[in-house]
């Protein structure tokens, strides 16, 4: 099992935006000191999981991350969820007004895809192509 962790400025924010949009579960959040996210756990689909806490918590590899924002508006590790049908979270996303870095498509390993960068900058790739069913 691979649980990817992200880091974010403003962890609170973050998590009601992966809710609202993406369709992710909270799990467990708990709180560190001055309102900040020590460390939570969000669900997706039954098997999926996302790993997050606020930038500003301070541990032995924090040296080690950038936000995407310190980068250039780049990321080092998009992350993919797997849907069912990309329609619904499309139609989200495009409520949102969320920055579109690739529309929707159909792609030619199969099912339809689109990416997207949430309110901090990470880039969060949605496609129904899911590589455990053959």
Known sequence: MLIPSVRYKDA????EWLE???GCKRQAVYEGPDET???????????????????SNKGPLSHAYAMPEEIGGKV?????????????????VK?????????LREMEY?????????????????GEY????S
């Open 12 to 15: 609170h924010a973050a998590i």
């Open 95 to 103: 409520a949102e007004g969320a920055e579109v870095v690739m529309e």
């Open 37 to 55: 996210v020590a460390h939570a756990q969000l669900t997706f689909g039954g098997t999926g999981m996302l790993m997050l806490g606020s930038a």
């Open 76 to 92: 080092t590790s998009p992350l993919y969820l797997v849907v069912k049908d990309c329609e619904p979270v499309w139609k989200r």
């Open 110 to 126: 199969g099912g339809k895809a689109f990416t997207v960068k949430d309110p901090e900058g990470y880039m969060w790739s949605v």
């Open 20 to 22: 609202r949009v993406l």
């Open 130 to 133: 899911d590589p455990w069913v």
